[in-house]
């Protein structure tokens, strides 16, 4: 039987808007030569300055995990024959914000990830490019052909993630660089201290290394002025909606998300942080600032920046089912929680939404899942599955009557 697909298709087309940073200027377009004239040649920079410069403003990795990346910089810098790694791979369909830098600032990115390679003494950049993202994949190559390696003085090597949700998980990605499936395995050390071949290994997502190629190339001053004082700079927002291609924004941290994304009625329930994200209503969102730490003040995870809106009309609940499935569907199952677990919370979750009181069961299972695998698939997806039984109990509610928000509408998408 073939795996569930995803309920959000993966994006084939973009809507990228410009922002004040990393999104400056993209009507010049993507050539290196357009990104020279704006930003000239990278400055050359000693590895300690570069933590301490990181470190200053506040840096940290755009991924998901929002891990300071001075840290993880300063504990690749402690070994030896370091490798460093730029993760295209975007593996959450809901997400467009690396693919949309590939299309527009591909140099950005590259000159971050290069000036490190540099800094660290690491010969070898690696860049992962999405298996199932032709658009963003080309575009990415096109940049690797316009570098010049005498000027680099690194090798850019690219190589194709697999098509799969935890295909960027980071040792996923050291798994694929190995020669191996392009699954997570168990491993007892992060990969910045033992990574490709039991070397350091610098792996960072494609809004990171934009964020440290904009550090380095507009200046400290510019980078820090905006944002928060706890959180400087900006962040990319992926603006998923059902039927409608992704948007792409960059926004100061700490805008109000209803400053940035069209309005909605209040009570809209709204997906924060993607597929290993929580839900939320649109009242709460609009006057919660795009920041890590005011997203986590109300219970929400920022994430990778998804903000996914279903179907006008569409139930919440059936959406939740629908990407559970596809979850369940996507790890390795190498696992206890992900063998067994994921397949029978998506069983329970499908129970709820065909109107069965599954709470207890739910309840059972997030117990045994949660910390559990050998990576956090099962977590984020339990995270997702808890969320809607909290912020949303009055459809769960009108489930087990028999009834739907969208039936009043007409609707009844699962979207
Ligand atoms: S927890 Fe799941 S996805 Fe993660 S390594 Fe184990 S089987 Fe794979």
Redesign the pocket.
């Known amino acids: 039987m073939s795996a569930p697909l995803s309920p959000v298709p993966i994006p084939t087309h973009i809507g990228l808007h410009a922002g004040p940073a990393l999104l400056s200027g993209i009507t010049d377009g993507p050539s290196l030569e357009a990104h020279r004239e704006r930003y000239g040649p990278l400055p050359p920079l000693e590895l300690d300055d570069l933590v301490d410069l990181a470190s200053r403003a506040g840096l940290r990795g755009r991924g998901g995990a929002g891990f300071p990346f001075a840290t993880k910089l300063a504990a690749a810098a402690r070994g030896r024959r370091r490798e460093l790694v730029v993760n295209l791979s975007e593996g959450e369909p809901a997400s467009a914000k690396d693919s949309a830098l590939a299309l527009s600032r591909p140099h950005l990115v590259l000159d971050g990830a290069v000036a490190t390679a540099r800094a660290l003494g690491a010969r070898e950049v690696h860049v992962v490019l999405p298996g199932d993202r032709p658009a963003p994949a080309r575009q990415m190559l096109r940049a690797l052909g316009e570098r010049d390696r005498r000027e680099d003085r690194v090798r850019l090597r690219p190589l194709t993630a697999e098509p799969r949700f ?1 295909a960027g ?1 980071a ?2 990605v050291v798994e694929l660089m190995s020669g191996r499936p392009n ?4 491993s007892w050390a992060p990969e910045a201290v033992a990574g490709f071949r039991g070397r350091p290994t610098l792996i960072s997502n494609a809004e990171t290394w934009a964020q440290v190629g904009q550090l380095l190339l507009a200046g400290e001053r510019a980078y820090v002025r905006r944002g928060t004082p706890g959180e400087p700079g900006t962040t990319l927002l992926t603006h998923s909606r059902h039927g409608v291609a992704p948007e792409v924004w960059e926004v100061d941290h700490g805008t109000p998300v209803g400053d940035v994304l069209p309005p909605l009625t209040p009570e809209t329930p709204v997906l924060v942080g993607g597929f290993h994200g929580a839900w939320t209503t649109w009242s709460t969102l609009a006057r919660t600032g795009v920041s890590r730490l005011a997203m986590a003040a109300e219970g929400l995870p920022l994430g990778a920046g998804v903000i996914h809106v279903p179907a006008p009309g569409g139930c919440p609940l059936g959406f939740t089912s629908a990407v559970v499935d596809y979850l369940a569907g ?10 067994n677990g ?1 397949p029978a919370l998506a069983e329970a979750v499908r129970g709820a939404w065909q109107g069965r009181d599954t709470t207890a069961r739910v309840d059972q299972l997030a117990g045994l899942l949660v910390r ?7 977590d984020g997806t339990v995270r997702l599955v808890r969320s809607v039984f909290t912020a949303l109990p009055a459809e769960v509610d009108a489930h087990r009557r028999g009834s739907c928000s969208a039936a009043t509408t007409g609707a009844g998408a699962a979207s």
């Open positions: 935890v998980q040792r996923a699954l997570p395995v168990t996507q790890s390795a199952g190498r696992c206890g929680p992900c063998l994921l559990r695998g050998a990576c956090a698939h099962p």
